[in-house]
């Protein structure tokens, strides 16, 4: 591959991380930690991610423990969590806060389908415009050093490129898909 088509690779390859590490923190029916990766507690005035002052673990399948290494800040985790959008209500026995995941209706199951499809959506909107961006750069290279051929060439395979991640960006919507609407 030639270096003018890696640095869109690489800009390519940064979106389809950033869609997947999205399609994560959405909830399909299971608990899953992630979802708690974009909450900070206020930890002594620090906005300090929720990972870094307690343990957290998944006893059960809808179910997330979060025990706090301080028991001080079991409040400011719940005060987190009730501010974020994950839309549980904490419970704490004054050791841990327990977070339980209710079963999904099938209508709040095909709204997140729907999410996931429109994140999907962004995503491949934006590999094109970086394929965009790469085929405006190419086209100023003519007049330079450059033939013309050689720039069909650079846009042929940057198109090759840019099918590879739209086809990577479908098959993540797919799975996270299949993962909502599974019971």
């Given at each position: 591959m030639s270096e003018q088509v890696s640095v869109y690779e690489s800009k390519m390859k940064k979106t389809l991380a950033s869609l997947e590490s999205e399609l994560m923190t959405i909830r399909a029916g299971r608990a899953n930690p992630n979802i708690l990766n974009k909450l900070t507690v206020?930890?002594?005035?620090?906005?300090?991610?929720?990972?870094?002052?307690?343990?957290?673990?998944?006893?059960?399948?809808?179910?997330?423990?979060?025990?706090?290494?301080?028991k001080s800040m079991i409040k400011e985790i719940e005060k987190a969590i009730n501010m974020s959008d994950i839309g549980i209500n904490p419970t704490n026995d004054?050791?841990?806060?327990?977070?339980?995941?209710?079963?999904?209706?099938?209508?709040?199951?095909?709204?997140?389908?729907?999410?996931?499809?429109?994140?999907?959506e962004q995503a491949k909107v934006a590999v094109r415009n970086i394929r965009r961006d790469g085929n405006d750069a190419f086209k100023k290279l003519k007049?330079?050093?450059?033939?013309?051929?050689?720039?069909?060439?650079?846009?042929?395979?940057?198109?090759?490129?840019?099918?590879k991640y739209i086809k990577e960006v479908d098959k993540a919507v797919d799975e996270k898909s299949k993962e909502v609407m599974t019971v």
């Open positions: 206020d930890y002594y005035g620090t906005p300090t991610p929720i990972q870094q002052v307690g343990n957290i673990s998944v006893p059960e399948a809808r179910m997330i423990v979060i025990q706090p290494w301080e004054g050791q841990v806060v327990r977070l339980v995941f209710p079963e999904l209706t099938e209508d709040r199951r095909k709204e997140l389908v729907k999410d996931v499809k429109k994140k999907g007049g330079s050093d450059v033939s013309e051929d050689e720039i069909k060439d650079l846009e042929t395979e940057l198109q090759k490129v840019t099918d």
